[in-house]
Nanobody, 123 residues
């Protein structure tokens, strides 16, 4: 079992920045990939980006590429999502997820989920 707890969500103005964190516990993450997803009201949960823990390799959705950056802290067992140049359409609940093996882009491929953190971007 992997437990995930997200934090850092808040209200921010368009063009601003925000950093989300996901604290993982329960397992050594060396064989896992950690993903970030988001879900806006009335919409499907969508892939934002992911990182392969062992290599640090990252992958991003086109909608956030160049604006969002995922990183990991091995000592703290956390994954961060740095979000810059935020837009109102980035407003959503952001979720952290984990799976064993390589990065994946669909929600059904992830086994463990956090409770989510709300990000609201005002125009």
């Amino acid at each position: 079992q992997v437990q995930l707890v997200e934090s850092g969500g808040q209200l921010v103005q368009a063009g601003g920045s925000l950093r989300l964190s996901c604290a993982a516990s329960g397992r050594t993450l060396s064989s896992y990939s950690l993903g970030w997803f988001r879900q806006a009201p009335g919409k499907e949960r969508e892939f934002v980006g992911a990182i392969r823990w062992s290599t640090g390799s990252t992958y991003y959705a086109d909608s956030v590429k160049g604006r969002f950056t995922i990183s990991r802290d091995n000592a703290k067992n956390t994954v961060s999502l740095q979000m810059n140049s935020l837009r109102p359409e980035d407003t959503a609940v952001y979720y952290c997820a984990a799976r064993t093996g390589a990065v994946a882009v669909t929600r059904t491929q992830y086994d463990y989920w956090g409770q989510g953190t709300q990000v609201t971007v005002s125009s």
